[in-house]
């Protein structure tokens, strides 16, 4: 498994190392003759803050290991926070399943398509920044809106959830677009969460608390 870094961190890395320089050097130049504990605090600071970021900002390829077909993959890296049936009301608009995975700004922020099929619905709601962790974050927070019809025609549907800290969702799907569990279908920038709507009867592979990885982690399997 390959680890790059994304491009939706680029920019990103780049203002920081600016910022970093720019504080760096002046300390290092008039302080550490006479406080040179404070351009070593203030570099150690740097090293770790960008280590950090340059963590949250990996893009691993992946490629599921085994037959795609009636399986549902985890969109992200993280823990399941909830897993109960529920009505779906945006767009589905009947009872389901929802599995629902939390991201820390320790995991992998890339989201992964959970199902191969054809992208027929995507959308995004302005909204709240509530602790992601919270039920009700599903559906006033900001977070945007995908559906995807597998080859046998079940609707699949996956909600990005915006958190408290993460400001900022990255949509790539498009309707239309073939959906394949080996790409991306968006980023979320810090910590966040992604719940995946099932059919009822759909056969669930975890349970509260399990930890899964993204385009990796069979979480479910639909009725053929």
């Known amino acids: 498994m390959s680890v790059r870094l994304h491009h ?39 090293v770790v803050l960008y280590c950090l970021a340059t963590n949250f900002f990996r893009s691993p390829h992946r490629q599921f290991q085994g037959d795609p077909d009636n399986v549902v ?13 529920v009505f779906e009301n945006e767009y589905l608009h009947r009872k389901v399943i929802q599995l629902s995975v939390f991201m ?29 962790y919270l039920p009700k974050s599903s559906t006033e927070n900001e977070r945007s809106t995908i559906v995807i019809e597998t080859p046998h025609g079940q609707q699949i549907l996956v909600r990005q959830i915006a958190g408290a800290i993460a400001r900022r969702i990255v949509t790539y799907a498009t309707v239309g677009e073939p959906a394949s569990i080996e790409d991306h279908l968006g980023f979320i920038k810090f910590g966040s969460r992604v719940d995946i709507f099932l059919p009822l ?17 069979p979480v479910a399997r639909l009725k053929p």
Do not use: C
């Open 201 to 217: 009867g759909t056969e669930v592979l975890v349970k509260i608390g399990d930890k899964t990885t993204g385009g990796i982690t």
């Open 8 to 46: 939706e961190g680029t920019n990103i890395l780049i203002i920081m190392a600016i910022i970093m320089l720019a504080v760096n050097l002046p300390a290092w130049f008039y302080l550490s003759q006479h406080y040179i504990a404070i351009p070593i605090t203030i570099s150690v600071l740097s």
């Open 104 to 132: 820390t700004i320790f995991n992998v922020h890339a989201n992964w398509y959970p199902v191969d099929g054809k992208v027929i619905y995507t959308t995004h709601h302005s909204g709240r920044f509530l602790s992601a």
């Open 73 to 85: 993959v985890s969109s992200v890296d993280g823990e399941v926070v909830a897993l109960e049936e």
